[in-house]
């Protein structure tokens, strides 16, 4: 029993580009394979759309989810940031390049608590002047704004706890 045959008209351009397609591309044996697979590609794409989606669609659910996660956190931090520089304004602390630097270095929570020397410990060409500039703003930070906290104690994994010589600094966001 012989196959139906279908009759497609097209103008003599289209043929020459999809035949020029079918010979630059070696996926295709002849312009007839190329049609009949373009036109399996496009029924099961329309299918896998109107039926729900295949498996790729349930990795698709899952990066939506975490994209929607990191979004929130993101927002959520550009929020505490813009409350910080707000306050920092408001109580005259000067927000330049220092100020900037100190708040990306300083840690979140009294537990990470760091001096001023742990946090610029990589920075050995500061030297005491630079440090002594960064305690004054860390001090007007502390003294204008409710988002950075200052200690003296410092608390060991065990649980011991000891008097620091320098203050620590932290965030409390």
């Known amino acids: 029993m012989a196959r139906p045959q279908i009759h497609l008209r097209v103008s003599e351009d289209q043929k020459n580009r999809w035949q020029t397609y079918v010979e630059e591309n070696g996926e295709y044996d002849t312009l007839t394979d190329l049609i009949r697979t373009s036109v399996e590609r496009e029924i099961s794409d329309v299918t896998t759309t109107q039926g729900g989606g295949n498996a790729d669609s349930g990795r698709l659910d899952t990066l939506d989810e975490r994209t929607d996660k990191i979004l929130s956190r993101l927002s959520t931090i550009e929020g505490a940031l813009g409350d910080a520089l707000e306050a920092m304004h ?84």
């Open 90 to 173: 408001t109580a005259g602390v000067e927000v330049d390049d220092t100020t900037a630097s100190l708040w990306n270095k300083l840690p979140e929570g009294g537990d990470n608590a760091q001096t001023v020397e742990e946090m610029m410990e990589h920075n050995e060409a500061m030297g005491e002047r630079g440090l002594a500039k960064y305690r004054i703003r860390l001090e007007q930070l502390f003294n204008s704004t409710n988002a950075v906290k200052r200690t003296y104690i410092r608390r060991e994994n065990d649980g011991t706890e000891y008097e620091l010589q320098h203050p620590a600094y932290y965030k409390d966001v």
